[in-house]
T-cell receptor, first 112, second 114 residues
């Protein structure tokens, strides 16, 4: 049973560029959440997708957007990258009605 | 607003010694509580969770945690630490009632001395 997978594992971008990160949920899960973890910090909630709609959003600017596909996989897009966007981006999946989230290995983004 | 406090940034214990990591939360209703562990460069692995019922919950790798409503705490314990337990530990509170975003503490880095 495959767990949560994310791609790519590492990414280097320059300021002003755009990036797309991808996530495949654990088998049987229908809800995907994205978190940003800056160095030395706990993860911060970005948003959550369920039934292809953004269900909840954290305190992140509109430069952060997402999408969920019919197969429940998800993308996180960040536009106009800033140096401060450098972080580990974590995807977590869950099943609606169960509050337990399972995390993927993350994508390490470095903005130069 | 909900918040999680992990007062210990770093903890060092000897292998075989007992361990307790502290977690205090602020939440207006009955919380869902979680402990996750993160090894360097890795994602988060769920250790255990509390939703309701017995306030002492057992998790993987020999860990347990106790929910104390009166103290707004959910401390993680292990009776005998192994060198492989060295990692960063995060406490999180889940938000009940539609959508289950997690609010995390800042983490406790555990070092195990051999």
């Amino acid at each position: 049973d495959a767990g949560v997978t994310q791609s790519p594992t590492h990414l280097i971008k320059t300021r002003g560029q755009q990036v797309t990160l991808r996530c495949s949920p654990k088998s049987g899960h229908d809800t995907v959440s994205w978190y940003q973890q800056a160095l030395g910090q706990g993860p911060q909630f970005i948003f959550q997708y369920y039934e292809e709609e953004e269900r909840q959003r954290g305190n992140f600017p509109d430069r952060f957007s997402g999408h969920q596909f019919p197969n429940y996989s998800s993308e996180l897009n960040v536009n106009a990258l800033l140096l401060g966007d450098s972080a580990l981006y974590l995807c977590a999946s869950s099943l609606a009605g169960d509050e337990t989230q399972y995390f993927g290995p993350g994508t390490r983004l470095l903005v130069l | 607003a909900q918040s999680v406090t992990q007062p210990d940034i770093h903890i060092t214990v000897s292998e075989g010694a007992s361990l307790e990591l502290r977690c205090n939360y602020s939440y207006g209703a009955t919380p869902y509580l979680f402990w996750y562990v993160q090894s360097p460069g890795q994602g988060l692995q769920l250790l255990l969770k509390y939703f309701s019922g017995d306030t002492l919950v057992q998790g993987i790798k020999g860990f347990e945690a106790e929910f104390k409503r009166s103290q707004s705490s959910f401390n993680l314990r292990k009776p005998s630490v192994h060198w492989s337990d060295a990692a960063e530990y995060f406490c999180a509170v889940g938000h009940t009632g539609g959508g289950n975003k997690l609010t995390f503490g800042t983490g406790t880095q555990l070092k195990v001395e051999l």
